[in-house]
């Protein structure tokens, strides 16, 4: 059986591949919407049963499963997504006041090796394709039976280092015949892989970008994100402002608080970092990582932190953080799935 997945094709694809089996290309509207609302390929009745059954024998056509989901008290839900290839990813839905967010993973595994982080441990597995990270999003939908109004690339993986996977993602959930989701409230965050960062800008996308910056000095930088090495924080300045520049979408530094960056100095640094164009700091309470040896902060440290960076003309939020009661950090469910503890 072949593993391609049909999620992967646009509707020029489609046409494409309908042709070479001399179906009309009009049905490839059809398949699309319908794989963008959840619908399965044995039930799209406005199909000829014949073409179903190709469909079915040649593809992939249910690339994502949920094997299971956490409920949170807060209304959020954590899934564990099931490949299928057996891999498994972990997918969040946050219903916020303005509107419902979908955090999606990229890779199984990553190979960034933050030191904070569970996703890295065991390395990167593998990418994720298009389809399958557009697959995790429709799940979520039909599970929640609610609407998507925005998605974050914010689970496992660097989506940057899956670069034409991410971007053709991009498109797919972006097209008016399937889910139609503005690249407006698509975000996506990196470790800071500044060569995507120019290509996605150059590119043409104008998705909110994300940076995990969490230090303020390469230094600093490097002894939590390995990154740090290749890039450092006055590269990936250079490259939000060219982002910025050519989309005029304001850059988020994502911040989390660890017991070592939250120093007048880095009060300072911070504030020069983001300073000449339009910039936010999103300050994230630290997750604990039973396998990681790395201190946070109270929430109330976080709240004084983050009135120091206000007061340096920084614009600056704490990031609310849900799902505590589910194991909403990062990575965490699915290692305790694959080892059973
Ligand atoms: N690879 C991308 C996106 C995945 S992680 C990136 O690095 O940005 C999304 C965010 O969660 C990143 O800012 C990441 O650094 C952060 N993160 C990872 N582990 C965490 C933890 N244990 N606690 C809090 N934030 C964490």
Redo the contacts with the bound molecule.
């Keep these: 059986m072949s593993h391609e997945v049909l999620q992967d094709y646009d509707i020029a694809e489609l046409k494409t591949m309908l042709a070479d089996m001399d179906e009309p290309s009009y049905r490839a509207v059809q398949i699309f919407s319908k794989l963008a609302a959840g619908v399965g390929v044995s039930d799209m009745t406005d199909l000829p049963k014949t073409l179903r059954s190709k469909l079915i024998e040649r593809f992939v056509t249910e690339p994502v499963r949920i094997d299971d989901c956490l409920e949170s008290k807060d209304g959020s839900k954590k899934f564990l997504f099931a490949l299928h290839d057996g891999n498994i990813v972990e997918g969040v839905f946050m219903p916020h006041n303005y509107g419902n967010t979908a955090?999606l993973?990229?890779q199984v595994g990553?190979r960034?090796g933050?030191a904070?982080?569970?996703?890295g441990i065991d390395g990167k597995i593998r990418d994720l394709t298009a389809g399958e990270i557009l697959a995790e999003a429709v799940q979520a939908a039909v599970y929640t039976g609610k609407r998507l109004d925005n998605v974050?690339?914010?689970?496992?993986?660097?989506?940057?280092?899956n670069y034409d996977n991410t971007a053709k993602f991009i498109r797919l959930i972006n097209s008016r015949e399937g889910v139609g989701l503005g690249q407006r409230n698509i975000s996506?965050?990196?470790?800071?892989l500044c060569d995507g960062i120019y290509r996605l800008a150059d590119d043409g996308f104008t998705v909110t970008l994300?940076?995990?910056?969490?230090a303020t000095t390469d230094e600093n930088r490097r002894k939590i994100?390995p990154?740090a090495n290749k890039y450092s924080i006055a590269d990936i300045v250079r490259a939000a402002k060219y982002y910025f520049e050519k989309t005029g979408r304001r850059i988020i530094y994502?911040?989390?608080l660890i017991k070592d960056n939250m120093s007048y100095f880095d009060v300072k640094r911070l504030a020069e970092i983001t300073s000449g164009y339009s910039s936010h700091v999103n300050l994230?309470?630290?997750?604990?990582?039973r396998e990681?040896d790395?201190t946070?902060c109270t929430a109330a440290e976080a709240e004084r932190f983050r009135d120091r960076i206000e007061k340096a003309g920084v614009s600056v939020t704490v990031r609310r953080s849900m799902g505590a009661d589910i194991e909403g950090?990062?990575?965490?469910l699915r290692r305790r799935r694959l080892y059973n503890d």
């Design positions: 955090c993973s990229t990553c960034m933050c904070f982080c569970a996703s974050v690339l914010m689970g496992s993986g660097e989506p940057l280092d996506l965050s990196t470790c800071g994300s940076v995990s910056l969490h994100m990154v994502e911040y989390a994230i309470m630290l997750n604990k990582v990681k790395v946070g950090a990062c990575g965490q």
